[in-house]
């Protein structure tokens, strides 16, 4: 269904411009820390039908990289079973790379921040709240209503969860996240995630 809408970059001049300047522009932004968990649970962990394309390429990379396994059978069962320290070291590793998948990517470079004059910042933490803000704004409020789903699938906000999984991270990698989402968390005011180093394992 996404595909059916074109991207800005893919407009003439002209109608980039149009958009620019006559449209109502929105992103919503998320806990750079918050939004890596959500992003393995949902593709790593969740492994129905719909994430198969997505454990076959990273999945599989991801094993091949971080363990002993050369037997694509065995990788390929493997590819089922990412471990979070695994995808985290992945995502470090893979940074520099201008074709990151857009489930980890900086948003600051996802929606081209620094380019475009955003009218509104919605944050997930605040979901709701917020995209009846815009609806408002927008004069749809009384046309158009925010589905009523569940935002926390993965659990991916809830505090007991994020301990348990970013315990399993070495205080080094914590640190070299933030400074990959550095910009992400100096633009939309997330804070240094001291929590996070406090629990995360030493070294």
Request: hydrophobic share 35%; proline share 3%; with cysteine.
């Amino acid at each position: 269904m996404v595909d059916q809408y074109p991207r800005l970059i893919n407009l003439n001049r002209t109608e980039q411009t149009k958009r620019l300047t006559k449209y109502m522009k929105f992103i919503f932004v998320r806990n750079p820390f918050r939004r890596l968990l959500s992003a393995f649970r949902n593709k790593f962990e969740f492994t129905d039908e719909w994430n198969q394309e997505f454990l076959d390429k990273y999945g599989r990379e991801i094993i091949m990289r971080y363990r002993n396994v050369t037997d694509r059978r065995r990788i390929a069962e493997l590819s089922k079973h990412v471990q979070f320290k695994e995808f985290i070291q992945y995502v470090i590793d893979t940074s520099v790379h201008s074709n990151t998948d857009e489930h980890w990517k900086p948003i600051y470079q996802l929606c081209s921040v620094c380019d475009v004059m955003y009218d509104v910042i919605g944050k997930f933490e605040h979901l709701a709240e917020d995209s009846q803000y815009i609806l408002r704004r927008a004069g749809l409020h009384n046309k158009v209503t925010f589905p009523a789903i569940d935002t926390h699938v993965t659990n991916s906000s809830d505090l007991d969860v994020v301990r348990r999984y970013y315990s399993t991270i070495s205080r080094e990698n914590i640190h070299k996240i933030y400074e990959i989402y550095e910009l992400d968390f100096k633009l939309f005011g997330y804070p240094y995630p001291g929590d996070l180093i406090q629990w995360s394992l030493s070294g």
